[in-house]
């Protein structure tokens, strides 16, 4: 949205390809954005008015299958012919089902941050049977870090959404005794170290070192968690009423054909697509014309996608000067 709102500003005539019925990506689903706490729907709508007060076009429901020389192949064979191509195609989220031991979609009261997000978003977290949980822990790196599961990255904003997630249990729930299971904490942006300490201090969250090894149900409908506390090198087990998974970021499912329809386009291996180079090329692919902003190269915040969508355009603006 971003990257089109500055190629209109440049007199250029973006058009965004959309495969679902609504721009805005997976921050649609989203409650709150850490670590202001600014509501979702408070960004999205500014954006989402801006493009429309540009006058930018948007293809909705419509699936690109390649990129070619031309610009973009669509389904059924059409062609959306464009000078250049950003690719802004995101990310997947982890399906925590392939964790098996955590028993998601099995037991009843485990969900996932992307589960949570979206109850919070109906204005009703509860258990299962409609109650308030007395305990919830939270398990960090959940298809990140794990090469079980073949997800060797990192996905960085997993960290503070767990933190963000548990102050707002707080809020719903202030008699609650709430955990978090984490291997190392990691909070790279500004404010976020910040939000970790009040989380400690002033909402009572307790941080566990230790990763949780396994799920199970109780006969009264409680989950059991066994997990090792790994700062006194002691393994224990505790019961609780919510488990939330907190799931990582995933390279997008459809970066495999897009790489293969553009000569050029290469991924990393961790199937997220490969930028030029890491420093002066960050936005820039191997093939010409042919760009990238967000997640679409690693795991991004949503600031830091709305930064590279300028930059990207930028670089069209520029690649677009030289050939002419
Ligand atoms: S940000 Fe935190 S929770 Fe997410 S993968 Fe990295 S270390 Fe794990």
């Known amino acids: 949205m971003q990257a089109a ?12 390809v959309e495969r679902s019925g609504a721009v805005g990506g ?5 409650h709150r954005l850490f670590p202001t706490m600014t509501p979702a729907q408070e960004v999205l709508e500014e954006m989402a008015g801006r493009l429309e007060h540009a006058g930018v076009e948007v293809m909705l429901h419509t699936e690109v299958e ?5 610009g973009v192949t669509l389904a059924e064979g059409k062609t959306l012919d464009a000078a250049a191509v950003i690719v802004a195609s995101g990310f997947d989220i982890f399906d925590a089902r392939l964790k098996e ?23 009703h977290v509860a258990l299962h049977d409609g109650s308030a949980p007395r305990r919830i822990a939270f398990v960090h790196c959940v298809g990140s870090r794990d090469e079980k599961v073949n997800q060797r990255h990192c996905s960085k904003v997993c960290c503070i959404t767990g933190v963000k997630q548990a102050m707002e249990m707080r809020e719903l729930f202030p008699e609650a005794e709430i955990y978090n299971f984490y291997m190392d904490i990691r909070m790279f942006g500004p404010g976020y ?32 968690i066994k997990a090792e506390d790994t700062l006194v090198g002691r393994p224990m087990k505790m019961t609780v009423d919510m488990l ?60 830091e996608s709305i930064a590279e969508g300028a930059m990207a355009a930028e670089k069209v603006v520029e690649y677009l000067k030289k050939a002419k």
């Open 193 to 224: 170290e910040e939000l970790y300490q009040q989380a400690q201090q002033e909402s009572g969250i307790n941080f566990i070192r230790g990763r949780v090894s396994e799920a199970s149900p109780t006969i009264d409908g409680r989950i059991q």
């Open 26 to 30: 997976k921050l649609r689903d989203w």
């Open 101 to 123: 031991e955590y028993g998601y979609h099995v037991y009843d009261n485990v969900y996932t941050t992307v589960d949570i997000e979206r109850m919070l978003n109906k204005g």
């Open 5 to 16: 709102l500055s190629l209109a500003a440049d007199g250029l005539k973006p058009v965004i």
């Open 66 to 70: 390649g990129i070619g020389s031309k």
């Open 244 to 303: 939330v998974l907190i799931v990582g970021m995933k390279a997008a499912g459809g970066n495999e054909r897009l790489a293969a329809s553009c000569k050029g386009v290469t991924l990393a291996p961790s199937g997220f697509v490969a930028p030029k180079d890491m420093f002066a090329g960050s936005v820039e692919t191997g093939a010409p014309g042919v760009f990238t902003a967000g997640a679409a190269t690693a795991p991004k915040t949503i600031g």
